[in-house]
């Protein structure tokens, strides 16, 4: 069955592909660059331009070693590279360009669970208004009414992760696991914070396969990122799941979890995306990392609470530092 509608920038793309096929005649191949062109059907000729193999070593090392010295200080990090933390690094990205963002990432590939759809199926249904953020970002998608649909989740999670490494204000470190929080004592009057609370302020990183080897070898301190604000979208538990939320457990800045619930889409959505906030001074916790705390229920497969509850997590970053400013200055 045919889609009900289809988005605008699908319309926009459908009007370039007429317009292009009345160019080069109909049925014709969208064409090349010159570039490509002139290399193809010329392979007896191809060759690389020449290169030292310790040249390759110092261009990536060279340009690591810089990031990581230039985010030690950062202005916000954002723990988990899923649809939610990618979500609000490019709404924070984008509302602040001054601001230093880290997004730290424990898997190789970013994206969490946001490449496929249900049950490995290909198709990422989100409920509107969730749709505003596709448009934001420049996803098609089929408008179903109350829903939309992206083809491929991987369309929707790959536009996402292109737009937020484009920017020169973030940086991604994947590969790379939080083990711990940084905290300081937390003045009495911090929202959020009491008697023997906490400030975060800033993570404490390793490579993820170190951190996964620490029951078999000993002595593999970690490295630190300092930052005033916090942002954790790590997701339900598991292996790297609810990792900030279980540390304050632990840390007795939270008497206990409440666990996440059954699956229950109408209640489930609305409630992460609402509750996305500042849950002790300096941390800021949103999607599914929430339901942990919160006893939310679970949503499966339905991906516009994770969107949006990025977009609000970074709308809390802006209310936190201005909350701090009005303090600093009184």
Avoid at 78 to 100: F, H
Avoid at 147 to 163: D, G
Avoid at 274 to 301: F, W, Y
Wanted: proline share 4%; glycine share 10%.
């Amino acid at each position: 069955m045919a889609p009900s509608a289809v988005s605008p920038v699908q319309q926009h793309a459908f009007a370039a592909k007429k317009a292009l096929g009345a160019a080069v005649g109909e049925g014709g191949a969208a064409p090349l660059s010159k570039a490509l062109t002139d290399i193809m059907g010329n392979w007896d000729k191809f060759s690389f331009a020449p290169i030292r193999e310790s040249t390759v070593s110092r261009a990536m090392t060279r340009r690591y070693f810089k990031d990581l010295d230039t985010h030690a200080e950062s202005d916000v990090v954002i723990i988990g590279a899923g649809s939610c933390g990618l979500s609000c690094a490019y709404t924070l990205g984008t509302l602040r360009p001054d601001l230093r963002i880290t997004l730290i990432e424990a898997g190789v590939a970013p994206g969490g669970g946001a490449w496929l759809g249900g049950q490995l199926f290909s198709a990422m249904v989100l409920r509107k208004p969730a749709d505003a953020f596709l448009r934001e970002v420049g996803v098609p998608y089929e408008d179903e009414g109350d829903y939309v649909v992206v083809k491929h989740a991987a369309l929707f999670t790959s536009t996402v992760l292109s737009r937020v490494l484009a920017m020169d204000n973030v940086k991604l470190f994947n590969a790379t696991a939080v083990e711990d929080l940084i905290t300081r004592p937390a003045d009495e009057d911090e929202e959020g914070s009491g008697a023997g609370g906490v400030r975060v302020a800033g993570v404490v990183t390793n490579w993820t396969l170190v951190s996964m080897h620490h029951d078999d070898q000993s002595c593999m301190d970690p490295n630190t990122i300092n930052a005033p604000v916090v942002v954790s979208t790590t997701g339900h538990d598991g292996p790297f799941g609810a990792f900030s939320v279980k540390r304050l457990v632990s840390m007795k800045q939270l008497e206990q979890l409440e666990g996440m619930r059954g699956l229950d889409m109408q209640r489930a959505e609305d409630a992460i995306v609402k509750n996305t906030r500042e849950i002790v001074p300096g941390l800021i916790v949103g999607g599914m990392e929430l339901s942990e705390i919160d006893g939310a229920n679970r949503m499966g497969p339905t991906f516009g609470a994770m969107a949006l509850s990025g977009v609000k997590a970074a709308e809390e970053v802006l209310r936190v530092f201005d909350l701090r400013k009005k303090q600093n200055s009184l």
